[in-house]
């Protein structure tokens, strides 16, 4: 017996090894699956999909089509068999002759084939190609339904994207080029950590599949994500209200208050010191406070809209005004909470309250006749289905917001990561936006449904006005001096309806803002990252497409605009203010209890 007859013998035995003790790990994580599986909570019909009536209606103006115009549908019917067959024919010629090469490739790029396998593999090209050629024909068949209105039309589109992205031959394993590879290299050691990688994930969300995007051990409130130091200096049912540590010897003598949405948890703007929106305002001298919002539970379930302008906004602007002895703050509202704070600041006209000097908005909606993407969830099919939801559980638990939101970038946030984690085994990435991403709020039962039905759907604050506290407010009476941020690509809240919610506002004082990229990048993106460009028009009698079209364009971030701004507004300078005052000792330290509460 040789040498190598030996090494050989002993790397058999070292695989056969490894084979066994990975077919014996399979069985354990099939036993863990099976069981995690079974207490998957039941995700009502009306939450998984549009009504049936879509489809129906679809189908319907697709016949009629083809009874009316039969020689359009019969022209892309032969253009998709044309390509396909001929794609067929070029292959199999190919591989007659001996040739393991794919043929001409003219699909269009898409980044979920990068991988060379399938450009170079005749088998997995041929997959990729038929694919996009079905994708294509599958838009054009939507696009020929000429009966239904826009927004059915809408909706046709973006649920027939979705099945068109879940099909996607990258998301199945034997036409993984990538996958596949990786698990030969790795004798299927991928394939099964790929599936301890799903069983953690379904056991951690009690079988929930929900895709984890970000390194949980990686990040820690208060140590590295949300660092900036500050102390909550009161507290209540609803919220913690946060005052950061001055960085300046003098600071302007009007605070600012931030309100960050309640959708998701505030340190979004305070992520690391280099992109953190807190920091930089504390370091240009503004007394910065911020509410960090309660999340709720089904204890919650009667808490209103009223409740969050009353027990919150007017409440923690009272707050700040006592704890920096002035009688006006400037404030900021993020996404929903940019649309409570105009709410506020219309029922504050009413009651002749002028403790706000200037307002500003963020990726803001007031004006919700156009709901851009997000709008497809919007319609009564779904909002039925969360009204009976939220009416039986008392909240609007964060798994369906946070899919909700993740379907509307479904190949980065979903698929993609999925692919990488369950297929190929990779561990998810320390990638602190992601990590927030991830850390979702639930909300109250009450003021989902008032939020979803007279906001979104009725329209009423731009409109006819808006039942709260008591009172009916209208758009116009927002009258204090503004400034808003809208992003260009802004899948949430779309920059056009943002527009024209401020076009609508009484301000005679009116500053718009439109920042490239989307709804986080576009609002945090520091000086220093030098990344995207902004727009600004003075002219804001325009309609959308016409202010954009005159706007000029600026490089780099707009926050030294809004610095330039904020600071004409904010008085003069006087002594910082360390956190807290004689009646509202400091709590706890920042980032506060209320953030880390799951």
């Known amino acids: 017996m040789t040498t190598n007859d030996l090494e050989h013998g002993v790397t058999s035995q070292q695989n056969v090894a490894k084979l066994e003790a990975n077919l014996a790990r399979v069985e354990q ?20 999909g549009p009504s049936q009536d879509l489809y129906l209606k679809a189908a319907t103006g697709y016949l009629s089509e083809m009874m009316h115009n039969p020689a359009k549908l019969l022209e892309h019917q032969l253009e998709f068999w044309g390509k396909s067959v001929k794609h067929y024919v070029a292959a199999q010629h190919l591989l007659a002759q001996g040739k393991l090469e794919p ?43 000429d009966t239904l209105d826009s927004e059915e039309k809408k909706r046709l589109r973006y649920f027939s994207q979705q099945l068109i992205d879940m099909l996607s031959p990258t998301n199945f394993l034997p036409t993984n080029p990538e ?49 900036t130091p500050g102390a909550v200096v009161y507290r209540n049912k609803l919220f913690e209200l946060i005052q950061y540590t001055p960085t300046t010897e003098k600071v302007y003598e009007t605070p600012l208050i931030i309100f960050p949405p309640w959708i ?23 007394t910065v406070f911020i509410v960090s919002w309660v999340n709720p539970d089904p204890g919650y379930r009667d808490t209103s809209m009223s409740h969050y302008v009353e027990d919150g906004y007017l409440t923690a602007i009272e707050e700040v005004k006592k704890i920096c002895g002035v009688k006006k703050v400037n404030a900021v509202g993020y996404c929903i909470a940019g649309t409570t704070l105009s709410l506020t600041l219309a029922l504050m006209k009413q009651r002749k309250d002028t403790s706000v000097n200037a307002a500003t908005f963020f990726t803001t909606l007031t004006d919700f ?51 990488k984690s369950y297929m190929m085994g990779k561990a998810p990435p320390a990638f602190d936006l992601l990590y927030w991403n991830g850390d979702g709020t639930n909300l109250p039962a009450t003021m989902t449904m008032e939020y979803l039905r007279g906001l979104c759907q009725r329209d009423k604050f731009a409109t006819t006005g808006f039942d709260v506290c008591g009172t ?61 460009g902004h727009y600004t028009n003075p002219e804001l009698a325009l309609s959308a497409d016409d202010w954009r079209e005159s706007a000029d364009r600026h490089d780099g971030s707009w926050w030294p605009l809004w610095d330039a701004w904020l600071s004409k507004k904010s008085g003069k300078m006087v002594p910082a203010r360390q956190p807290g005052a004689a009646n509202h000792p400091v709590l706890a330290p920042a980032p506060g209890t209320y953030v880390v509460s799951k």
């Open 29 to 48: 994580l099939t036993q863990r699956l099976i069981s995690a599986l079974g207490q998957a909570r039941p995700v009502p019909p009306a939450l998984q």
């Open 103 to 145: 043929p001409n490739d003219e699909t269009p790029k898409d980044r979920r084939f990068s991988h060379e396998l399938w450009d170079t593999h005749p088998y997995f090209n041929f997959i990729k190609q038929q694919y996009l050629i079905n994708v294509a024909a599958v838009q054009q068949a939507v696009e020929d339904i």
């Open 179 to 227: 996958a596949l590879a990786l698990a030969a290299e790795t004798d299927g050691e991928s394939l099964v950590t790929g599936l301890e990688n799903l069983v953690a994930d379904l056991e951690a969300n009690n079988g929930d599949l929900v895709v984890t995007l970000a390194d949980k051990t990686a990040f820690k409130l208060g140590e590295n994500l949300a660092t």
């Open 264 to 286: 998701n948890k505030f340190y979004i703007l305070d992520l690391k010191p280099q992109n953190s929106l807190i920091k930089w305002a504390v370091d240009q001298g503004y």
């Open 369 to 419: 006749s156009d709901r851009g993407e997000v709008g497809v969830f919007l319609e009564d099919d779904f909002v039925n289905g969360i009204a009976a939801e939220v009416a039986e559980n008392g909240i609007l638990d964060s798994f369906f917001m946070s899919r909700t939101f993740s379907y509307l970038r479904a190949n980065d946030l979903i698929y993609g990561p999925a692919i």
């Open 472 to 532: 009916t407010v209208h758009i116009k009476d927002v009258t204090v001096p503004l400034i808003a941020i809208a992003c260009e690509t802004d899948h949430i809240a779309a920059w056009k309806s943002s527009y024209h919610g401020i076009q609508k506002m009484g301000s005679k004082d009116k500053t718009f803002i439109l920042s490239e990229s989307g709804h986080i990048a576009g609002i945090v993106n520091p000086p220093s990252k030098n990344k995207y």
